[in-house]
DNA sequence: TTGTAGGCGTTATCAA
DNA sequence: TTGATAACGCCTACAA
């Protein structure tokens, strides 16, 4: 492995001013950069990125942690992260999580200074694994998991934009309005927006069927198609669904149309998420469009400052987003 | 920042016995190993991966550098590699590309050690390209622009499984089909398949028409729609189409719906990758399984046989995965 | 079973 | 403008 030594050596210079020359400093004669310059591009010199990051104690890049990378939802975020990180000058490298015990790995990785910061989208940790966010690196939840922890926090206005989503539905006409959701746990995204569900309902006068809320143990297309399958089989009286992804809900056309139910005709459908797909999607799919990009800016910031930050740690900050509503071909255009 | 000597301090020992401990070596007397363990969690001390990956010269984990991250298709690649790179106890780091010289720079920075070794899928290298990919470092090259470099490859059958798209239109009883593809160049996806589509053409006795084939500078669904919109309202005389990526194919299935064309009746569609959604979409897309898995398992294979094989850097090795004809709804089912 | 010495490749500091 | 020295935090090799 050739290194600054080595470069040094054929250069006929320290190895300080190899690495200045690197680095750009100023304060290094024409000449001289010129002669090292040519010794590195002989030698086929590269940097050696774990030492530098050793001796600067940072590295330039930050961590971005998704519970899965195919899925419409985290690839979507995940472009806005990179492009929001690339505008002030970072690179990040994206890891899978895929499980609670992955994602508390993923903090003590960043930790180890592998990052100069992480952001972390839980998905399943609970509000119990709170105090184990209590680490002394930068640090930003994405997500709606974990409240009242030390850490900075971006989220989406989930209560505001399910009841939003359900209004629509309701407008359009719908009064059997199902509920298409993972696990309901404390505080995740399922409950909150469960909850603008039954405000928009009750806001209308309309009644909560427990029968309509319906759970399902992954956020997917194939969930979504083979729940909505089932709903129609067994016999469900419903004439809309409010489903928490786009995923959910593009997985729910595709099985009310096996079922032989038209959408929207007969049945209105409306997601969450906004995913690059539910544009395309035949019917196009109705949603809720929550400012990726804003809340990848946000999260960005909120990283840098803390990374930037060198002293006395302030206090933990929360942001929630914007959100739109996109009316499209599923619930009547 | 709490370090291996603070902890043999408070433990009363000294660091390399720390380190031992950290390392799971034996030779540790069990009440030393408990004094320490508990000075480490007292103090609450995380390993410093930077120092960790300078001193033994490996990270365990491997980069995947992709060009586009809000991609299916790249999506599906990406959770494929993590799986078969999980098996054998290595982790994954995905850094987006977006560009040529970004990928020149991702094959610099595996270089400098940040991983073990780099699994690169180049869409915007050229063939001129070939020789900077003559690294010292453990790369694996996934896709079809780059032949005859000094690099392991992993490719898929394109020229085989677009004859049997193709073909497979033929017998649906298409006669005037459609071709949708990126930009042609020297050796790339878009010509091999190309080339394919020809030969399948010509087997079944039918001419080649030049208005039927359509480029477009980017495989996404809305180059797709736009472009379908474009050859219905233009007057083209087509009754198939066969797209180069999946994404392009639901964009074409969307463009077509908005010009009052049915799919599959009027106009069959077939796409290639067998991303997820393509089983969801409404008509569900017939299309080109590559055997994801399959391509993957093989990259991390080749790339882990580099990162062990300390001597005479062998020949490079090629490898053409499998693929199989997906028939659904879009063809006819 | 534990400890000592030296080095991994780079950069910061400060003196020349 | 350049260079000597001393870290950065950890691990390998060897000695005690």
Do not use: W
Not at 33 to 41: N, S, T
Not at 112 to 134: C, K, P, S, V
């Amino acid at each position: 492995m050739v290194t600054i030594k080595d470069v040094a050596k054929a250069a006929g210079v320290s190895p300080m001013t190899v690495s200045n020359v690197i680095n750009d400093h100023p304060n290094v004669r024409g000449s001289t950069r010129a002669k090292v310059l040519e010794a590195m591009a002989r030698l086929d010199y590269r940097v050696n990125v774990a030492a530098r990051n050793l001796a600067k104690g940072s590295t330039g890049t930050i961590g971005l942690a998704v519970p899965e990378v195919n899925s419409p939802y985290y690839s979507r975020l995940a472009a806005a992260i990179i492009a929001a990180a690339e505008r002030r000058g970072l690179r990040v490298s994206i890891e899978q999580t895929a499980s609670r015990d992955n994602e508390l790995d993923a903090l003590s990785l960043s930790r180890n200074r592998l990052y100069d910061g992480l952001i972390l989208t839980a998905a399943g940790m609970r509000q119990a694994d709170a105090e184990r966010l209590r680490v002394d690196h930068p640090v930003v939840i994405l997500g709606d998991r974990i409240f009242g922890a030390p850490v900075d926090h971006v989220a989406m206005p989930n209560l505001e934009a399910s009841r939003a989503a359900t209004r629509h539905l309701i407008e359009r006409g719908c009064r059997r309005i199902a509920f298409l959701c993972g696990a309901v746990e404390e505080v995740d995204t399922s409950s909150l927006r469960l909850t603008g569900y039954r405000q928009a309902l009750a806001e209308a006068g309309l009644s909560t069927d427990p029968a309509l809320i319906q759970q399902v143990d992954r956020l997917g297309m194939r969930e979504g198609a083979g729940r909505a399958r089932e709903m129609a089989e067994g016999g469900l009286d419903f004439d809309g669904v409010f489903c928490v992804t786009d995923s959910l809900a593009m997985g729910v056309l595709r099985g009310l149309a096996d079922a032989g139910i038209r959408a929207p005709d007969q049945v209105k459908v409306i997601g969450f998420d906004n995913v690059t797909e539910s544009e395309y999607f035949i019917p196009s799919l109705s949603t809720i469009d929550p400012d990726h990009d804003g809340m990848a800016e946000r999260a960005v910031d909120l990283l840098l400052q803390r990374i930037e930050q060198t002293e006395p740690p302030t206090r933990q900050q929360d942001f929630i987003g914007d959100f739109s509503l996109v009316i499209r071909e599923s619930t009547g255009g």
